[in-house]
C-alpha cells in the first residue's frame, strides 16, 4: 500500500460559472483522520466529489489533486470509474442510497468486489463475512443473507462502510457520515472510522459541519467558509487557539466548549477527552 495519501493543491472550482471552491490545499495522510468542517454550503462536498470525479455537470476545476502519482483532476472518466469505488471509497449521509433494497447485503459486497477484481465467488463471500466482522456487524454469516430493511440504520451505515473498504481502498471520503444517525449509535460508527483508518492504513477525509464531531477523531482539521480554508492546522491548535472570528464562532458552538477552551475539548456528547491526554508531539508550540 502506497504511504502517500492525497494531496490537493490550489483546487479551484466553477459551477456554471459560479465560483465554488478558490483555491484550497487539503492533505490527506494514510491512517489519519483528516477533519473538514464548515458551514453548510462552504464547499465540503463539493471537495469530496471533485476527489471522486463525480462534480456536477457544468463543473470547472483548477489546481491539483495529487493521487498515487497522478493529477486525478486530469483523468479520463474511464481512469476516474477504476479508482472509484476502488482505491477511493466514499460513505454518504444515507447509506440506504448507496445500497439497493431489493438484494442481501452478500450480494451487494460481493458483486462490487468482484466489478473491481478478478476474486472468485466463494472467496468473494469469504471476504464479505471477514469485511462486515471489521465493521463489527455482528453474526456476519446470518447478516449476509439479510436486506437492507432488515438492519437499524447504525448498522446499515457500517454495511455502507463495508461496502467502501471492501475493495481495500486507500482512500476514504465520508461525508457526513452519521448526521443521519440516532445521536446514541453515532460515536460508535465514528469510533469505527478511526479504528479502520488505523488498522488498514486509510487515508479517511470526514467531512462535517459539526466541528465537535470531529474533535475527538481528526488529527488534522480543516475549516472551509465560502469556498476557502479559512484554518487549518492539528485539532490540538485549531480548537484550543482559534484564529479567526468564524472559527471561534464554531468553537463557541460546541457544547462543551468552555471546559475545552480552558483545557478539555469537548468531543462527543458522550466522550471528553482533555488536554493532556494528547500527545506532548502534537501539542506543538
Ligand atoms: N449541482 C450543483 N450545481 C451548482 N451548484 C451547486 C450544486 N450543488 C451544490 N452547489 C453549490 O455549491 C456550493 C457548495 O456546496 P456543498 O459543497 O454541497 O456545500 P457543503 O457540503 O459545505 O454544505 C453551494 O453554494 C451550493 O449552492
Ligand atoms: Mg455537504
Redesign the pocket.
Same mark, same amino acid.
Given at each position: 500500500m502506497s504511504a502517500e495519501g492525497l494531496q490537493i493543491t490550489g483546487l479551484e472550482l466553477e459551477?456554471?460559472g *459560479?465560483e465554488?471552491i478558490q483555491g484550497i490545499d487539503i492533505s490527506l495522510q494514510p491512517g489519519k483522520i483528516t477533519g473538514l468542517a464548515?458551514? #453548510? !454550503? #462552504? !464547499? *465540503? #462536498? =463539493?471537495?469530496g466529489?471533485a476527489i471522486l470525479g463525480l462534480l456536477?455537470e !457544468?463543473s470547472r476545476t483548477k489546481g491539483q489533486i495529487q493521487f498515487a502519482g497522478k493529477n486525478l483532476l486530469k483523468n479520463s472518466e474511464k481512469e476516474q470509474n477504476k479508482l472509484r469505488g476502488n482505491k477511493i471509497a466514499m460513505v454518504f449521509q444515507d447509506p440506504t442510497a448507496s445500497l439497493h433494497p431489493m438484494l442481501t447485503i452478500g450480494r451487494q459486497l460481493t458483486d462490487h468486489l468482484r466489478a473491481h477484481t478478478g476474486i472468485g465467488k466463494k472467496a468473494a463471500l469469504e471476504k464479505a463475512v471477514e469485511t462486515l466482522r471489521l465493521v463489527q456487524v455482528p453474526d456476519p454469516k446470518t447478516a449476509i443473507k439479510k436486506y437492507p430493511h432488515q438492519f437499524s440504520g447504525g448498522q446499515l451505515q457500517r454495511v455502507a462502510i463495508a461496502i467502501a473498504i471492501i475493495c481495500e481502498p486507500e482512500i476514504l471520503i465520508a461525508?457526513e457520515p452519521t448526521t443521519a444517525l440516532d445521536v446514541t449509535v453515532q460515536a460508535g460508527v465514528l469510533r469505527l472510522l478511526k479504528q479502520l483508518a488505523e488498522k488498514l492504513s486509510l487515508a479517511v477525509l470526514l467531512?462535517t459541519?459539526d466541528l465537535g464531531v470531529m474533535s475527538s477523531l481528526a488529527e488534522t482539521i480543516y475549516v =472551509?467558509r465560502q !469556498?476557502q480554508i479559512v484554518e487549518s492546522g492539528p485539532r490540538y491548535e485549531v480548537l484550543r487557539r482559534p484564529q479567526h472570528a468564524y472559527t471561534r464562532a464554531l468553537v463557541e458552538a460546541l457544547p462543551n466548549h468552555e471546559p475545552f477552551l480552558a483545557g478539555a475539548v469537548a468531543a462527543t456528547a458522550t466522550e471528553v477527552i482533555t488536554v493532556k491526554q494528547l500527545s506532548a508531539g502534537e501539542r506543538g508550540n
Open positions: 459551477i456554471n *459560479k465554488i464548515g458551514e #453548510s !454550503g #462552504s !464547499g *465540503k #462536498s =463539493m471537495t466529489l456536477p !457544468g461525508d467531512v459541519h =472551509m !469556498g
